[in-house]
């Protein structure tokens, strides 16, 4: 979303960020160097799970509204896998 990460950066996150990333953290395989204002956004109460939705690319590709995030990829070691 426009001006978020530039929020994160100025240290304006909410406080349930960090029950969020302490209790999925471990199923996230991020890599290394990710800015930590980005990751501050992907454990973001406010956007984490109930806006988010998974449909086949080609109904993606019709949506007026939103963004897409990712992609459904075979399992690695990690369910959560950032690229």
Known sequence: ???ALDY??????????????DFASSAVD???GIAPA?????YDP???GGLLI???ESDA???????PIGRVTARGEKPIRLI
């Not at 994160?8 to 960090?18: D, M, V």
């Open 54 to 56: 998974s449909l086949p």
């Open 38 to 42: 980005l990751e501050d956004l992907l």
């Open 61 to 67: 590709a019709q949506l007026t509204h939103g963004w």
């Open 8 to 21: 994160a950066q100025a240290g304006a996150i909410p406080g349930g960020l960090k029950n969020n990333r």
């Open 1 to 3: 979303m426009p001006g």
């Open 46 to 48: 406010q956007t984490s």
């Open 30 to 32: 991020a890599p290394p």
